[in-house]
């Protein structure tokens, strides 16, 4: 059954709607609210609309967003895509390359706000500089911080080499590598950029803390990571290590940023959290599980975060609307709750709070690097 509405004031040009604006006029809608006031959210929307004239940001004009495959991508296509174009009444487009190529493309874009990134920001803050060939633009001045919307952390879990008695947190585990030089084995996962994050938060916490530790990663190869990959079993083989190195005790300590498929492991007891890389203790699943910048390792605490950039020169008035709109629909309580039900922590604030996260990460990096050095 179709059914008109004469609204000619409103539709004297053609509307698109996006998924999330059909499905709720589809399933939202009845003959009784049509014949009220009220209006669904794309009439509402129609019925004011930003005049082709007026001059107002983005004037109707699609947006683009590229975005990674994963987590970026997931979080677009699920969430924030429909709730941004809603907002900015416009449709937002998502594609998809890999994390490299997204910037690679932004920064032939023009400054104009109709093309973003929506990526990890580890393309930033530590590719370039343990890669420093293989980039294709410059993190520095190439890009604009819009908005940070999530941190993805990194856990460090005990195995039971090492007993909760003698080890049940991460002093006790230095302490016991004072009295044991080289004895205590650190596992990272090997193949993929996070081995250079699990490997740097390692390299930092030896040096502050004065200890010896050895690095273990592990001889197999890695798949791709799947974002869809979550249980118990895919969690060995996003590592690339087996239940049965645990059990044989070849490592007393494993990182790993693959929270969802590690969680049965922590409370099947197997897998003891010490601490994790994070801005802030995840607060679903280990509220008790500090931070490593709380145990007093703020240079240690190192973790991917995610959120939009623009190429460099955008207009900050385009800044600040698009920052605007990223905060609010990232505090939707559908998306808040997505995000922790993941195992991510929400990071929302300005966009000089994104660039300053940025930068001091780069920061980190390169102290780290300056310390360690790139042969580890």
Same mark, same amino acid.
Do not use: C
């Given at each position: 059954?179709? =059914?008109?509405?004469?609204?000619?004031? =409103?539709?004297?040009?053609?509307?698109?709607?996006?998924?999330?604006?059909?499905?709720?006029?589809?399933?939202? *809608?009845?003959?009784?609210?049509?014949?009220? *006031?009220?209006?669904?959210?794309?009439?509402?929307?129609?019925?004011?609309?930003?005049?082709?004239?007026?001059?107002?940001?983005?004037?109707g004009k699609p947006v683009k967003?590229?975005?990674?495959?994963?987590?970026?991508?997931?979080?677009?296509?699920?969430?924030?895509? $429909?709730?941004?174009? $809603?907002?900015?009444?416009?449709?937002?487009?998502?594609?998809?390359l890999s994390g490299q190529a997204?910037?690679?493309?932004?920064?032939?874009?023009?400054?104009? @706000?109709?093309?973003?990134?929506?990526?990890?920001?580890?393309?930033?803050?530590?590719?370039? +500089?343990?890669?420093?060939? *293989?980039?294709?633009?410059?993190?520095?001045?190439?890009?604009?911080?819009?908005?940070?919307?999530?941190?993805?952390?990194?856990?460090?879990?005990?195995?039971? #080499?090492?007993?909760?008695? $003698?080890?049940?947190?991460?002093?006790?585990?230095? !302490?016991?590598?004072?009295?044991?030089?080289?004895?205590?084995?650190?596992?990272?996962?090997?193949?993929?950029?996070?081995?250079?994050?699990?490997?740097?938060?390692?390299?930092?916490?030896?040096?502050?803390?004065?200890?010896? =530790?050895?690095?273990?990663?592990?001889?197999?190869?890695?798949?791709?990571?799947?974002?869809?990959?979550?249980?118990?079993?895919a969690f060995w083989s996003l590592?690339? +290590?087996?239940?049965?190195?645990?059990?044989?005790?070849?490592?007393?300590?494993?990182?790993?940023?693959?929270?969802?498929?590690?969680?049965?492991?922590?409370?099947?007891?197997?897998?003891?959290?010490?601490?994790? #890389?994070?801005?802030?203790? =995840?607060?679903?699943?280990?509220?008790?599980?500090?931070?490593? &910048?709380?145990?007093?390792?703020?240079?240690?605490?190192?973790?991917?975060? +995610?959120?939009?950039?623009?190429?460099?020169?955008?207009?900050?008035?385009?800044?600040?609307?698009?920052?605007?709109?990223?905060?609010?629909?990232?505090?939707?309580?559908?998306?808040?709750?997505?995000?922790?039900?993941?195992?991510?922590?929400?990071?929302?604030? *300005? !966009?000089?709070?994104?660039?300053? &996260?940025?930068?001091?990460?780069? @920061? +980190?990096?390169?102290?780290?690097?300056?310390?360690?050095?790139?042969?580890?």
């Open positions: 059954m179709f =059914i008109f509405i004469p609204l000619p004031h =409103i539709m004297t040009q053609p509307r698109f709607l996006s998924r999330r604006q059909a499905l709720g006029w589809v399933f939202g *809608s009845s003959l009784g609210a049509l014949a009220s *006031s009220a209006m669904p959210v794309w009439a509402a929307s129609a019925a004011a609309p930003a005049s082709p004239a007026s001059g107002i940001w983005p004037n967003v590229f975005a990674p495959d994963g987590l970026a991508d997931n979080m677009m296509q699920m969430f924030l895509a $429909d709730r941004i174009g $809603d907002e900015l009444r416009t449709n937002v487009t998502t594609s998809n997204s910037l690679a493309a932004l920064i032939k874009a023009a400054p104009d @706000g109709l093309a973003l990134a929506f990526t990890d920001t580890d393309w930033l803050t530590r590719v370039p +500089y343990l890669f420093p060939a *293989s980039k294709p633009y410059n993190p520095d001045k190439d890009f604009t911080p819009v908005a940070s919307v999530f941190a993805k952390p990194v856990l460090l879990l005990a195995t039971p #080499a090492l007993s909760a008695r $003698d080890v049940p947190d991460l002093p006790a585990l230095l !302490a016991h590598a004072k009295q044991k030089p080289g004895a205590i084995r650190w596992a990272t996962t090997p193949g993929a950029v996070s081995v250079s994050l699990e490997s740097l938060i390692l390299q930092q916490i030896k040096a502050k803390a004065g200890v010896d =530790i050895a690095l273990f990663s592990a001889a197999r190869p890695v798949p791709k990571p799947n974002p869809y990959m979550r249980t118990s079993q590592t690339g +290590y087996s239940i049965k190195d645990v059990r044989e005790g070849k490592f007393g300590v494993l990182t790993t940023d693959a929270f969802l498929p590690v969680i049965p492991h922590i409370k099947s007891g197997l897998l003891r959290p010490l601490a994790i #890389a994070a801005p802030a203790r =995840i607060r679903e699943e280990l509220p008790y599980v500090p931070t490593l &910048a709380e145990l007093g390792f703020p240079g240690a605490n190192l973790f991917s975060m +995610y959120g939009f950039l623009a190429p460099a020169d955008t207009p900050p008035q385009i800044v600040r609307r698009l920052n605007q709109v990223v905060n609010t629909q990232a505090n939707d309580a559908e998306v808040r709750h997505h995000i922790d039900a993941e195992g991510l922590v929400a990071m929302r604030g *300005s !966009a000089a709070n994104f660039a300053q &996260a940025i930068t001091e990460m780069m @920061g +980190y990096t390169r102290a780290a690097l300056q310390t360690v050095g790139t042969n580890w």
